[in-house]
């Protein structure tokens, strides 16, 4: 069974500055990671994903995340945060790889970026 | 671009009650899902549904609840009849493998 932890329910954080919302997780078997994100009474976006190359990968709006396959990590970070990042941020994984597709969420970080 | 859309937003029923919710995946994927996040809580996969048919399903999607395809567009989750503990935000996602787009989701409330 695959787990992921989010041990960071809540993160403030003050505009401009740089944020890390950590996400860990749990398989015997290779594995997609994926981050969403949930605006305040809206659904779940995606944001980034990892599916293999390049274990750095970005999104359009400057967040980026790496995977660390010894670490079992995919920790997400942003060099410089704005107000409209403010949201709750869910870590996912899914795999085996050519398998079945259900993902697996982490309970969730809510970012709260304050002026 | 195409997102996935849901209908209602919010449904209140009462115990006992069939619901039905629908969505309506982007049009060229081949997965569908349903998850459902009960408030305060991690969002849990229901069940997938590929080649229409139920690809998977976790030990929340017992009896009470089915799917459909019923006409090539349309995806559907029913529960037969609602208890308290249903109440939840209900996600359905569509995606061809291994991504998944969620829709805004149905508020469901049962009293």
């Known amino acids: 069974a695959q787990s992921v932890t989010q041990l960071d329910s809540q993160v403030p954080v003050f505009e401009e500055a740089p944020v890390e919302l950590r996400c860990n997780y749990s398989?015997?078997?290779?594995?997609?990671l994926f981050w969403y994100v949930q605006y305040p009474n809206q659904g779940l976006q995606l944001l980034l994903k990892?599916?293999?190359?390049?274990?750095l990968v970005e999104s359009i709006n400057g967040f980026e995340a790496e995977f660390n396959k010894s670490q079992t990590s995919f920790h997400l970070r942003k060099p410089s945060v704005h107000i409209s990042d403010t949201a709750e941020y869910f870590c996912a994984v899914s795999g085996p790889k050519g398998g079945g597709n259900k993902l697996t969420f982490g309970t969730g970080t809510q970012l709260k970026v304050e002026l | 671009e195409p997102e996935v859309t849901q209908t209602p937003s919010h449904q209140v029923t009462q115990m006992g009650q069939e619901v039905i919710l629908r969505c309506v995946p982007i049009s060229n994927h081949l997965y569908f899902y349903w998850y459902r996040q009960i408030l305060g809580q991690k969002v849990e996969f229901l069940v997938s549904?590929?080649?229409?048919?139920?690809?998977?399903k976790s030990e929340i999607f017992d009896d009470q609840f089915s799917v459909e395809r019923p006409d090539g567009s349309n995806f559907t989750l029913k529960i037969r009849s609602t208890k308290l503990e249903d109440s939840a935000m209900y996600f359905c996602?569509?995606?061809?493998?291994?991504?998944?787009?969620f829709g805004p989701g149905t508020r469901l409330t049962v009293t």
């Open positions: 990892y599916l293999s190359g390049s274990t």
């Open positions: 549904f590929y080649n229409n048919e139920i690809s998977e």
């Open positions: 398989s015997s078997v290779s594995v997609y």
């Open positions: 996602a569509s995606g061809n493998s291994p991504v998944a787009y």
